[in-house]
C-alpha cells in the first residue's frame, strides 16, 4: 500500500453472481421478518397476521417496481442514497430521505441483534435477568464487524453459507409444524379486539419490514453481474421466496399456539410452537436456524448500509470526521453502523426498536416513488399508475401503523417525529455550509494544495 491513505470507496464491479445477490437479500428479509414480527404482528391484528404477511408482500411488489426501474436504468452500488440524488439533486430531500433509509437499516440490525440474544436464551430456559439478551446482541454485532472487515468476497461466501442452511431450515420447520399439527385451520371467525382495520393495516406495515431487505439488493447495484438484467430479478426472486416460506410459517405457528400463546412469546413466537410439536429438539433446531438467520442478517446488513453513508460521504451529503481512524471512507462508515447499531440493541425493547424501522422506511419508500413520478419519469420510463399506488398503499400502512402506536405507545412516536425534526434541521445546515464552503474553496484551492 501507498504512504497516504487512500480515503475513497472501492467497489468491486461484477462481484456479485445471481443466486449472491438473492442470498444477499433474502439474508436480510428472513432475518428479522420472520422470527420476531410474528408475535408482534399477531398482538396487533389477531389470527389475521398470516394474511398482513400477504398484504405487506402486495405493497412491497408495488414498491419495487420503481427500484427496478431505477436501477436497471442507473445501476450503481449505494442504491437508494444514488436514487434519492437522481431525483432530488444535492438538496435536503435526497439526504433527509437517504439517511431515513440508513437510520431504518442500523435500526434493522439491532433488531436482528436482540432477536438473535431472545432465541438463543430459549436455550436457558430465557432471560429472567433481561441483561443477557442485549450483551449476546452487542457480541453479534462485533463479530459481523469482524467478519465485515475481512472484505467482500468473505461476506458473499459467508452469507449464501447461511443463506441455504437457515431456508431449508424454516422449510423444514414450517413444513413439520404444519404436518403435526392437528388442523392446519386458522380460525378466522373471531378475530376479537384486534380486529379493527387500523390495527391489520399497522400489522401490514410490520409485515413490511420483513420484506424490506429487498432495497439491500439495490445497493449492490454494478457489483451484480450484468446489473441491468440481474437486480431487477434478484428482487422478484426474494419477494417471491419470502412470500412463500412467511405463509408457510404463518400458518406452522397458527396451528400449533393460540393466539394468547402467540402473543405472550411474541420476541421468541417459533421455538415456542416449536415445543409443543417437537419437544426440545424442536426448540434448540429452531433456535439454532434463528441464531443462522439474525446473524447472517446482519452480516449483510451492516455491509450494505456502512457502503450506503459512505456514498453519501462521497456526494457531500453527510457530515463526515476520520476521528484519526486510518483506512477508507467505507471502513470509517462501517464502525459509525457498528456504534450506532450496538447503542440501540443496548437501550431499546424489540417493539420499539422495529416500530421507529417502519416509520422512517415508508417516509423514505414514498420519497422514491415522488420521486420517480415527479422527475424521473421520462428517464426510468416508468408507468404512472405503479408508482402512484405504491404512495396510496406506503400511506395507509403507515397511517394505520401511527395510529395504532398513538393509542399504544405514544412515546415511540414522539421519538420518530423527534429524529426526524433533528435529521432535518441538522441536514440543512450542513448542506448550506457545505455551499458555502464550496465557494470560498473555489477561491483557496490553490493555497491549500501546496
Given at each position: 500500500?501507498?504512504?497516504t491513505?487512500d480515503r475513497t470507496?472501492?467497489?468491486?464491479?461484477?462481484s456479485?453472481?445471481?443466486?449472491?445477490?438473492?442470498?444477499?437479500?433474502?439474508?436480510?428479509?428472513?432475518?428479522?421478518?420472520?422470527f420476531?414480527l410474528t408475535g408482534?404482528?399477531?398482538?396487533?391484528?389477531g389470527?389475521?397476521?398470516p394474511?398482513?404477511?400477504?398484504?405487506a408482500?402486495?405493497?412491497?411488489s408495488f414498491?419495487?417496481?420503481?427500484?427496478?426501474?431505477?436501477?436497471n436504468?442507473y445501476?450503481?452500488?449505494?442504491?437508494?442514497?444514488?436514487?434519492?440524488?437522481k431525483?432530488?439533486?444535492?438538496?435536503l430531500?435526497?439526504?433527509f430521505?437517504a439517511?431515513?433509509?440508513?437510520?431504518s437499516m442500523?435500526?434493522?440490525?439491532s433488531?436482528?441483534?436482540?432477536?438473535?440474544?431472545?432465541?438463543?436464551?430459549?436455550l436457558?430456559?430465557?432471560?429472567?435477568s433481561?441483561?443477557?439478551?442485549?450483551?449476546?446482541?452487542?457480541s453479534?454485532?462485533l463479530?459481523?464487524?469482524l467478519?465485515?472487515?475481512l472484505?467482500?468476497r468473505?461476506?458473499?461466501g459467508v452469507a449464501?453459507?447461511?443463506?441455504?442452511?437457515?431456508?431449508g431450515?424454516?422449510?423444514?420447520?414450517g413444513?413439520?409444524?404444519?404436518w403435526?399439527?392437528d388442523?392446519?385451520?386458522?380460525d378466522?371467525s373471531?378475530p376479537?379486539e384486534?380486529?379493527?382495520?387500523?390495527n391489520?393495516?399497522g400489522a401490514?406495515?410490520?409485515g413490511i419490514?420483513a420484506?424490506?431487505?429487498?432495497t439491500?439488493?439495490?445497493?449492490?447495484?454494478?457489483?451484480?453481474?450484468?446489473?441491468?438484467?440481474?437486480v431487477?430479478?434478484?428482487?422478484i426472486i426474494?419477494i417471491?421466496?419470502?412470500?412463500?416460506?412467511?405463509?408457510?410459517?404463518g400458518?406452522a405457528?397458527?396451528?400449533n399456539?393460540?393466539?394468547?400463546?402467540i402473543?405472550?412469546?411474541q420476541?421468541?413466537?417459533?421455538?415456542?410452537?416449536a415445543r409443543?410439536a417437537?419437544g426440545?429438539y424442536?426448540?434448540w433446531?429452531?433456535?439454532?436456524?434463528?441464531?443462522m438467520a439474525t446473524?447472517?442478517?446482519?452480516?449483510?446488513?451492516?455491509?450494505?448500509?456502512?457502503r450506503?453513508?459512505?456514498?453519501?460521504?462521497?456526494m457531500?451529503?453527510?457530515?463526515?470526521?476520520?476521528?484519526?481512524?486510518?483506512?477508507s471512507?467505507?471502513?470509517?462508515?462501517?464502525?459509525?453502523?457498528v456504534?450506532?447499531g450496538?447503542i440501540l440493541?443496548a437501550?431499546?425493547?424489540?417493539?420499539?426498536?422495529?416500530a421507529?424501522?417502519?416509520?422512517?422506511y415508508l417516509i423514505?419508500?414514498?420519497?422514491?416513488h415522488?420521486?420517480v413520478?415527479?422527475?424521473?419519469?421520462?428517464d426510468?420510463?416508468?408507468?404512472?399508475?405503479?408508482?402512484?399506488v405504491a404512495?396510496?398503499l406506503?400511506?395507509?400502512?403507515?397511517g394505520?401503523?401511527?395510529?395504532?402506536?398513538?393509542?399504544?405507545?405514544?412515546?415511540?412516536i414522539?421519538?420518530?417525529?423527534?429524529?426526524m425534526?433533528v435529521?432535518?434541521?441538522?441536514e440543512?445546515?450542513?448542506?448550506?455550509?457545505?455551499?458555502e464552503?464550496?465557494?470560498?474553496?473555489?477561491?483557496?484551492?490553490?493555497?491549500?494544495h501546496?
Amino acid at each position: 500500500m501507498s504512504s497516504t491513505h487512500d480515503r475513497t470507496t472501492r467497489y468491486q464491479k461484477g462481484s456479485l453472481t445471481l443466486p449472491g445477490t438473492v442470498m444477499l437479500g433474502t439474508g436480510v428479509m428472513i432475518g428479522a421478518g420472520i422470527f420476531a414480527l410474528t408475535g408482534q404482528m399477531a398482538q396487533m391484528t389477531g389470527v389475521l397476521f398470516p394474511l398482513a404477511f400477504l398484504a405487506a408482500a402486495v405493497i412491497v411488489s408495488f414498491s419495487a417496481y420503481s427500484y427496478i426501474k431505477i436501477s436497471n436504468a442507473y445501476p450503481s452500488a449505494g442504491g437508494i442514497g444514488m436514487y434519492l440524488h437522481k431525483a432530488y439533486g444535492n438538496r435536503l430531500p435526497t439526504a433527509f430521505n437517504a439517511l431515513l433509509m440508513y437510520f431504518s437499516m442500523v435500526i434493522a440490525q439491532s433488531f436482528l441483534a436482540r432477536t438473535f440474544g431472545s432465541y438463543t436464551m430459549q436455550l436457558f430456559d430465557g432471560d429472567e435477568s433481561g441483561r443477557m439478551v442485549p450483551i449476546l446482541g452487542v457480541s453479534l454485532i462485533l463479530a459481523a464487524f469482524l467478519i465485515n472487515l475481512l472484505g467482500n468476497r468473505m461476506i458473499q461466501g459467508v452469507a449464501s453459507f447461511i443463506g441455504i442452511l437457515k431456508i431449508g431450515g424454516i422449510l423444514v420447520f414450517g413444513l413439520v409444524g404444519i404436518w403435526i399439527a392437528d388442523s392446519v385451520s386458522v380460525d378466522f371467525s373471531s378475530p376479537g379486539e384486534a380486529g379493527t382495520f387500523g390495527n391489520f393495516l399497522g400489522a401490514t406495515a410490520l409485515g413490511i419490514l420483513a420484506f424490506k431487505g429487498f432495497t439491500t439488493i439495490t445497493n449492490s447495484g454494478s457489483e451484480v453481474i450484468d446489473p441491468k438484467r440481474n437486480v431487477g430479478r434478484a428482487i422478484i426472486i426474494s419477494i417471491a421466496a419470502c412470500v412463500v416460506i412467511y405463509t408457510l410459517v404463518g400458518f406452522a405457528v397458527a396451528s400449533n399456539l393460540s393466539l394468547a400463546e402467540i402473543i405472550k412469546t411474541q420476541d421468541y413466537s417459533l421455538a415456542a410452537a416449536a415445543r409443543p410439536a417437537l419437544g426440545d429438539y424442536g426448540v434448540w433446531f429452531t433456535v439454532a436456524i434463528a441464531m443462522m438467520a439474525t446473524a447472517g442478517g446482519i452480516l449483510a446488513s451492516i455491509f450494505a448500509v456502512s457502503r450506503m453513508l459512505a456514498m453519501l460521504t462521497e456526494m457531500k451529503l453527510v457530515p463526515h470526521s476520520h476521528f484519526g481512524m486510518p483506512g477508507s471512507i467505507q471502513k470509517h462508515t462501517l464502525v459509525y453502523t457498528v456504534v450506532l447499531g450496538l447503542i440501540l440493541t443496548a437501550f431499546f425493547d424489540l417493539s420499539r426498536i422495529a416500530a421507529l424501522g417502519i416509520i422512517f422506511y415508508l417516509i423514505m419508500d414514498i420519497a422514491i416513488h415522488w420521486g420517480v413520478l415527479r422527475y424521473l419519469r421520462e428517464d426510468v420510463k416508468a408507468n404512472v399508475w405503479v408508482p402512484t399506488v405504491a404512495i396510496v398503499l406506503d400511506l395507509l400502512a403507515l397511517g394505520g401503523f401511527v395510529w395504532v402506536k398513538l393509542n399504544t405507545d405514544l412515546f415511540v412516536i414522539g421519538v420518530a417525529v423527534v429524529t426526524m425534526i433533528v435529521i432535518a434541521v441538522a441536514e440543512q445546515l450542513f448542506l448550506k455550509k457545505a455551499t458555502e464552503a464550496e465557494e470560498v474553496g473555489h477561491k483557496e484551492s490553490h493555497a491549500h494544495h501546496h
